[in-house]
């Protein structure tokens, strides 16, 4: 759970998003991707697959099972 977090924050801040930014690119809401950065919720796999294609990274990535 908390590489998921490391890596999305990362990946957000590479891009320069703000959580505004991103929650409109992926259609939730603000406080969503912020309890995910904080480790308290995970997303669900459509919101996983959506952050993935987002970012051009591989979901296993994102979930921490490659580098």
Not at 17 to 46: D, F, G, H, Q, Y
Not at 57 to 67: K, W
């Amino acid at each position: 759970m908390e590489i998921f977090a490391e890596r999305l924050k990362d990946l957000r801040k590479e891009k320069d998003l703000t959580l505004e930014a991103l929650s409109k690119e992926i259609n939730v809401s603000i406080n969503t991707i912020s309890r995910w950065e904080r480790c308290e919720r995970l997303p669900n796999i459509i919101a996983i697959v959506a952050l993935a294609k987002y970012f051009r990274v591989s979901a296993d990535y994102l979930c921490g099972l490659e580098d």
